[in-house]
């Protein structure tokens, strides 16, 4: 599945406008603000927010059992990348943080105040 039919389906679901969340995410692109990373049908999108340290956001249209192979292949992504450290995020998912953590992410509570987990390398 192409990304923009990822980005649409997980818009969808949330309820947020498909164009918006598309716009959006493209002009990050193209600011190179976002490190994007596809895995099966799932994004992984990395935002720095200091150094050596980004906030991830999943966008995903993976089936459960997809899910968890994309997510192992993202922290995997994760580690072999020099220049992150730390990854920060806010879980408005919650089976998806504990499925996070089944695959091997080492979440705990965030440290700061804007995110609700991190991960550290």
Known sequence: MKASQIIQIDAQKSGIDPQK?????????????NLIVQKNDSL????????NTV????????KPMALSKS???????????????????????PNILKLMKLVGWPIEDSD???????ARK
């Open 21 to 33: 969340a598309l716009a959006m995410l493209n002009y990050q692109a193209k600011q190179k603000q």
């Open 44 to 51: 992984m999108v990395l935002t720095a927010i200091a150094p």
């Open 55 to 62: 906030k991830g956001y999943l966008i995903t249209a993976d």
């Open 71 to 93: 997510l192992m292949q993202f922290w995997e992504e994760i580690q072999k990348n020099d220049d992150i450290q730390i990854v920060y995020g806010q879980a408005d998912e």
């Open 112 to 118: 700061n105040p804007k995110y609700k987990w991190m």
